[in-house]
């Protein structure tokens, strides 16, 4: 087993990374630990040179990150956490792959049509290669379980495409250079939406701060958000089916199951029949309960220059190691010659 997944570093990691993501990142790392295998996760600080960004915040919001998930329990001594651009194989096999990537293929993104929209001719190069890097990212590592969201099941299709591809063109059959590669979606809690409009996701680029938890809000900025949260004036119904329809209300029951680890029904069993005036508490107690202590410990860790510097280093270091034979293995079927 070996789990392997990318988050970039920008913006404030919210609720929504946490569960979707972050909090998947935990288990699966003790998973790969008790199966003998390996966990790694990195900050994707490459794939954040496809959209304008800013190289003097680039690094501080990579170590912030990176003190976001040691707060949520990311552990660098089980998993190998570390940052792309201090492991150049992702670079250069992703040029390798860029061989054997069909325009046809990328062409048909989604994530490239939605963030590039009306300005397909400005948008950057980088842009649309953006899942040819993110194919190199898991199969420089032989990566079998790749946790991502939804939206990312398109980008893992096309790594496993590739690495076929490149099978077939470049390497005899019983001994493929690639592996391919399993997404691992998390299946409830996947989507978590926005605040002030159940129809859309929870996001960091959203204009208003009141539309999401930030996993540095205080008690109090959690407590008001939860509160001022928008819902409907209907009481909660008792079983999950009576919440179609009502977006607002079913984000807000989905958040408290994900949190307390139960399903809608088992929710609703106990709130159907309240209003939000009594459910509304319940979840910012539940939220305040989970975020508080990885608030804590993510502003002790935040301002540690050198520990979080180390913990990169150290990772950066076990997978040069891990994807050192891959990437040969890629140059060699190529038959492009490196030399000693
Ligand atoms: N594209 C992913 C996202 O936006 C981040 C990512 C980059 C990633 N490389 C990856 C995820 C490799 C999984 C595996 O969420």
């Given at each position: 087993m070996r789990v392997v997944s990318g988050i970039q570093p920008t913006g404030q990691p919210h609720l929504g990374n946490y569960l979707g993501a972050i909090r998947n990142y935990v288990k699966l790392q003790d998973d790969a630990v008790a199966a003998g295998g390996e966990c790694l996760i990195f900050l994707a600080d490459l794939h954040a040179l496809s959209m304008p960004h800013d190289p003097k915040e680039l690094y501080a919001s990579t170590l912030e990150l990176v003190a976001t998930l040691v707060a949520c329990g990311v552990d660098p001594n089980k998993a190998v956490l570390f940052n792309?651009?201090?492991?150049?194989a992702h670079s250069e096999l992703q040029w390798l792959l860029n061989g054997t990537a069909r325009m046809g293929w990328l062409n048909r993104m989604t994530q490239f049509k939605d963030k590039s929209g009306k300005n397909r001719e400005g948008a950057s190069i980088a842009l649309f290669t953006y899942p040819v890097l993110q194919a190199a990212d898991v199969l420089l590592y032989q990566a079998t379980h790749v946790p991502v969201g939804e939206d990312q099941k398109q980008h893992l299709e096309l790594a496993r495409d590739i690495a076929q591809k490149f099978n077939k063109d470049f390497a005899s059959e019983d001994a493929p250079v690639f592996t391919l590669p399993e997404p691992i979606i998390p299946p409830e809690a996947a989507r978590i939406m926005s605040l002030r409009d159940g129809n859309a996701k929870m996001s960091k680029?959203?204009?208003?701060?009141?539309s999401r938890i930030n996993l540095a809000d205080d008690a109090d900025e959690i407590m008001k958000k939860v509160k001022k949260a928008k819902t409907d004036p209907e009481p909660l119904p008792s079983?999950?089916?009576?919440?179609?329809?009502?977006a607002e209300a079913q984000n807000l029951v989905g958040i408290y199951a994900a949190l307390a680890d139960e399903s809608m029904d088992q929710v609703l069993a106990t709130f159907g029949g309240e209003g939000f005036g009594k459910f509304k508490p319940a979840l910012g107690e539940l939220l305040v309960e989970t975020l508080a202590p990885i608030g804590e410990r993510f502003r002790e860790l935040k301002d540690d220059r050198e520990s979080l510097d180390a913990i990169l280093a150290r990772g950066a270091a076990k997978a040069r190691e891990l994807g050192g034979p891959t990437l040969t293995a890629t140059y060699d079927a190529l038959g492009l010659v490196r030399g000693k």
């Open positions: 792309q651009a201090q492991v150049p680029s959203d204009p208003s701060d009141m079983e999950a089916k009576g919440l179609e329809g009502r």
